[in-house]
């Protein structure tokens, strides 16, 4: 089947803006019903073998529907078989158009992939380059068994030092301090809630801000998705979500000629499509974006991947194959989808942009949900794309990876800030530009 006409998109885009006034209008429990507590200590705790019968269907009817969505025609690949999670969503991250789905709005826990909501609420709040010193309180509430970074009482760290924690190595320790730094976890987690309700992602509900176990936590597919597309406008998020490795402060101590030094260790990204690993290569385009993996949870992850001119977002979560790295290995097979079906496959519901876009005078930043930053430099055009990311980069503190980039052959994949703000088209990924290195 040919690629869609511009009539038929037009079409689509007057019937996507009639189903946002109305979801904006009507209450929030009627497009996205909040689970009682019984139901949602079940969801995160114990969750139920199949999804419920009816679901939100914020971003489209067909999203509510449980099983796989998918507009197969003369022209569509055919979605690859073997993947077995849980939920799904194929989305491009330009248009909002969702490609494909499969139980996108089933509440299920999020395990770290919900840091994502924890980094969009809180980077705008403090300078990379202020300093904290780290109380023991600040870490009294780590849950048991927590990933972490290696964070150290009495010692004093950066928020980019802390971020680089939370992004690369999961580190509930690096989210507890900058919680006790944004006044506790009850203030974060309420500011989360509230967050996650103005860019509707009515599905999720935040117990515990680092995406640690806890009864009634639970996100969706279709939200984290929503949640990646808000955080990749934040040149911050862009950059720590890409990072490949980075230099972290170790503690202080007394050398062997008895000077007081503090040295560093290296930390490294655990994302596998940015890393690799013995059974998987990195994966061509990719840029982040967060990876989790918990008891109740399973493994979770959502990525963000350009090719060929197209920026997709794919998030996996609880894949019922129990193979090493299996979340990204699905991942990759619905990318390869993705790309090969966008511009073919007629879409199936999509992204909803944040509350805020509809307010008159709204602009890029004006809320915690969209920071895009206008003014990063342009540059000439590169074509073609290689079979892995570009080389790693260097950042300011020492850390490498692919920065705010995209990898693309010869040159970088670099996320522009938009000066306008139109929603439901191009909305809310800012505009994207080849630079050469």
């Not at 869609?4 to 007057?14: E, G, I, Y």
């Not at 969706?220 to 402060?249: H, M, N, V, W």
């Not at 992850?301 to 299996?326: C, I, S, W, Y």
Request: with cysteine; hydrophobic share 40%.
């Amino acid at each position: 089947m040919p690629a869609p006409k511009k009539t038929a998109r037009r079409s689509l885009l007057v019937v996507s803006a009639t189903l946002l006034s109305l979801s904006l209008t009507a209450p929030a429990a009627l497009a996205a019903p909040v689970p009682s507590p019984s139901a949602s200590a079940g969801a995160s705790a114990s969750p139920s073998a199949t999804p419920p019968a009816n679901m939100s269907t914020v971003g489209g009817a067909r999203l509510g529907q449980p099983g796989t969505q998918v507009n197969l025609a003369g022209g569509v690949p055919v979605l690859p078989k073997d993947v077995t999670a849980r939920s799904w969503i194929v989305a491009d991250a330009e248009s909002g158009e969702v490609l494909a789905a499969h139980n996108a709005h089933w509440r299920l826990a999020p395990a770290s992939t919900l840091k994502m909501l924890f980094a969009d609420t809180l980077l705008p709040k403090f300078p990379r380059t202020m300093k904290y010193k780290v109380a023991t309180e600040d870490l009294a509430d780590v849950g048991t068994g927590s990933s972490m970074v290696g964070i150290k009482e009495d010692e004093t760290y950066t928020v980019h030092d802390l971020w680089l924690g939370v992004f690369l190595r999961s580190g509930n320790d690096a989210v507890h301090v900058l919680s006790a730094m944004n006044d506790g976890v009850a203030k974060t987690v309420r500011e989360m809630n509230a967050h996650a309700e103005e860019l509707q992602a009515l599905d999720t509900h935040v117990v515990s801000p680092d995406g640690y176990d806890a009864p009634g936590q639970v996100s969706s597919a279709y939200d984290l998705t929503l949640i990646a597309r808000s955080g990749l406008q934040k040149k911050d998020f862009r950059e720590y979500c890409s990072t490949l490795s980075a230099k972290f402060p170790g503690e202080t101590k007394k050398n062997k000629k008895g000077r007081t030094v503090r040295e560093t260790f290296e930390i490294q990204n655990t994302n596998r499509l940015l890393t690799g690993d013995y059974d998987i290569s990195q994966y061509q385009g990719i840029a982040g974006v967060k990876n989790g993996n918990t008891t109740n949870a399973g493994a979770t992850f959502t990525g963000v991947a350009e090719r060929d001119g197209k920026v997709l977002l794919v998030t996996v979560m609880n894949p019922q194959k129990d193979d090493h790295n299996e979340v990204y290995k699905e991942t990759a097979r619905l990318f390869d989808w993705g790309f090969q079906a966008a511009g073919k496959v007629e879409p199936v519901g999509e992204l909803v942009p944040p509350k805020g876009a509809g307010r008159p005078g709204a602009q890029p930043g004006a809320t915690a949900s969209a920071a895009a930053d206008a003014g990063e430099a342009g540059g000439a055009a590169v074509g073609g794309t290689s079979e892995a990311p570009v080389a790693s980069a260097t950042t300011e503190s020492g850390s490498t990876g692919m920065g705010i980039a995209l990898g693309i052959a010869g040159g970088l994949l670099v996320l522009l800030g938009g000066a306008g703000f139109l929603v439901n088209r191009r909305w809310p990924l800012p505009d994207l530009v080849r630079r050469r290195r």
